[in-house]
């Protein structure tokens, strides 16, 4: 499993740790990359003026209504982890 979190240094807190550790819980052999940087994220932690938060928002908006969308129960979630940690 790979996952890329991005997150504002105010927001590193002991919880977000604890959370970490136990989705890592599953799997014997886990690596866990810090990177730090200065840029502006190209992610929604970046600062962004009121009319490209609106565009966003609207392509998120179309995207949903296409059906171009992902979901997934908790449960079916729970799965998947437990199938990839036995890979």
């Not at 919880?15 to 136990?22: G, M, N, V, Y």
């Not at 810090?34 to 970046?46: F, H």
């Not at 998120?60 to 979901?71: L, P, R, T």
């Amino acid at each position: 499993m790979e996952a890329v979190l991005k997150i504002k240094s105010s927001e590193f807190t002991d919880e977000l740790i604890s959370k970490i550790k136990a989705l890592l819980s599953v799997s014997k052999d886990s690596e866990v990359t810090i990177s730090i940087t200065d840029k502006a994220s190209p992610g929604i932690l970046r600062d962004e003026s009121r009319e490209e938060y609106f565009s966003r928002l609207d392509k998120s908006i179309d995207d949903f209504e296409k059906g171009n969308v992902v979901s997934f129960s908790g449960d079916s979630f729970e799965q998947f982890v437990k199938h990839i940690s036995q890979e």
